[in-house]
């Protein structure tokens, strides 16, 4: 069976911007769902990995994938194991043939597990939510991540076995995730205002064009296996549109409901924002990246796969 270029584990809402961009690029791929229900008008081969399940269960239905050099593993694995058991039995179900001494050998696969920039944030039950290192408020992709949990576990795991993670910020679209349809649930009290502080979002036309970098020599002269070793193998990225976009700021941007004609009364997020204003002595909204005292500096990402966000600062809109 001829190698294609991309697997896709879980073909979700990424799908939905990631295999028409990989189409229109003549990049090959599969994806899978657990349901085997179309996505964006393509196929898809029903799966499902349960690492819980007898292990000639898993190696069948593992084996029965297509070999692809690349394999974006979309679904949250938790705890040590899960990733082991899914690479190693992949590669091990996969062999490719040398076509110089017609031996069996294993293909090095490279693996990407999408994750969360919520590793580097404080958990909930910490007393403060904005808990940053050494009082500084840039966070980059190699900051200590302030809340290991069995998701983060398991992509240790897998960036010891030389795979990559691409842990994404809020994810939006515009059509179906809109964070201004977040308001009331995460600014219902005046007190859960108060806390809110900085906001991080990706669009999924940006994260697909992300992997699509990964997984793509920048230019002709780039080769793929030198551009991992050199910038995925064992790498964790932070993923962000480049903007701090700051609640306060949003909240009151949003102070038109969108469902009031005639004289609309500013919501009550806004009017809070103003009253915490005056309180705390904040002179102008966006706050300062001092005030908000979480920022994500993800530049480094977008520079070395030589890439600029197409959908940057459309939160608010």
Known sequence: MEELDLLILGA???????????????????????SGRPVSNHPTIPFKFDPSAPTEITKSRIAALPRARYILITFPLTGPGPSRLLAETYSSTHPTTNQQDNSSVKTKFRFIQLGSTGVWQSSPSS??????????????????????TPRSDAEDELLSLGGCVLSLSG??????????????????????????????????????RAIAAIISPHDQSEDRDDKWTASCAGQRWMLTDGFVYDWWSLFASWAEPSDQNGDPEPTKQAKWVFELMEEQNVRGLPRSMEQLKRCYDTREFWQTFGLVPLKAGRVNM
Request: include cysteine; charged fraction near 15%.
């Open 12 to 34: 979700g809402w990424t799908a939905t911007f990631l295999i028409p961009l990989l189409a229109s690029r003549g990049i090959s791929f599969a994806a899978t769902t657990t």
């Open 127 to 148: 007393q403060t939510s904005h808990t940053t290192i050494n009082n500084e408020c840039w966070i980059t992709r190699h900051s200590p991540l302030l809340s290991p």
């Open 171 to 208: 994810l939006y679209d515009g059509v179906a995730r809109i964070p201004r349809n977040w308001i009331d649930r995460v600014g219902s009290t005046k007190e859960l205002v108060r806390a809110k502080g900085s906001l991080h979002m990706i669009h999924g036309v940006d994260v697909a």
